[in-house]
């Protein structure tokens, strides 16, 4: 993609509105535009980070067996009274009316109209186990919108729901959406801590929040030490081991730690950090399945109602997380799992004829090899490129001048680290290319 037909307004001032560093970076780098209080425009360059994440979130949905639906973003009041939560949701709820004065409501969560779909398509037992997901927007009232994407009121959420024939059953697909998350984070760069969370009047050990590290998390943590040792690989091969591991240490939430009488981790090894809840699964059993009336014969012919589960990633909220686990004082660093674009080809000098001529060659032969490229071609001085080009992030940049040119050399910058190494073009396209 040139620069010159993009759309990426990059500003260089800080915006007074923004707090914390994920909400001013996603304002400065473009990615993202208010429309109103807690509602986002994704503009080009952050609809191609969303996407990214989708596409994970999206694999490692399908890798553990769940089946992608899409089900509407409005929804119909009755569906609402027929679990009794209409009235219960209260004020976070955005509720209007159609024409026909009918009410409907702009949905929070789907777990009524899955129960409704699945009742509907569901007979036997041979119809269950099934996980059925989709990746849709989500509205929801909040009291204080804030920190961006983060805190939203339209927010973009992967939900999946969980039906099987017993207890049992219920764990196994609980576990296989554990494992789908702690792999998920893994991929997507993240250290993500699953921290037991309260399962209210269902009861049950079956709900943990997953957390990202961060200093401006809204949630207050206590944890064992241990839980950092975990590695990305011991995540990436996640298995039913590694979630008794996890979940044998040490996590909570400041309000259920203070409940806890007695800590089991000493001292030394408590760990008490902010985290940013990315991710939420919960095991509720026949909460819906039983008050929305859903029957299904089992084998000996007699009728019951399917054991759920529900299991949410803020997926819009995670590209916050991402920036305030990965970031400096320049600028984004995406992970490149992530990254909008692979590299960030700059042409040093757009008034040289021969410089431009290498730069566009560049770019053609990475366009060629399948490399997510983003050229500056503007007609601008090399010290604003450099600064565009750090702040939104990419996790390689290409710079062409006329000096490298003389020594037939272009340099390759890594933004992680902001190592420089000239190199050939040809090695330089290996490189990338790879
Ligand atoms: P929170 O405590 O942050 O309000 P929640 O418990 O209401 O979250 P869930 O109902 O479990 O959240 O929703 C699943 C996921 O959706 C959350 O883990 C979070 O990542 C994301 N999410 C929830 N509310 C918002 C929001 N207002 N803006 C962005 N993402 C959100
Ligand atoms: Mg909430």
Redesign the pocket.
Known sequence: MRLTRYFLPVTKETPADAQIVSHKLMLRAGLIRQTAA?IYAWLPLGLRVLKNIEAIVREEQNRAGAVELLMPTLQSADLWRQSGRYDAYGPEMLRLKDRHDRDMLYGP?NEEMITLIFKDGARSYRDLPRILYHIQW?F?D?VR?RFG?????E?L?K?AYSFDLDEDGLRKSYEAMFVAYLRTFARLGLQAVPVKAPTGPIGGDLSH??HILADTG??ALFYDAAIEEVTRDDLLSADASTIARLTGLYAMEEEEHAKVADCPVPAERLRSRRGI????I?AFGTKYSASMGVSIQTKDGSQIHPQMGSY???V???IGAIIEASHDEAGIVWPESVAPFRVGLINMRADDAACTHAADRLYGQLCEAGVETLYDDRDERGGAKFATMDVIGLPWQLIVGPKGLEKGVVELKRRATGEREELSVESALARLAG
């Open positions: 807690g969560t989500k929801r909040e919108p994407v983060m805190r939203g009121r927010f959420m939900d929040e997953f809204e949630s809840e990315v991710g939420h919960f949410g990633i803020g819009s909220r995670l």
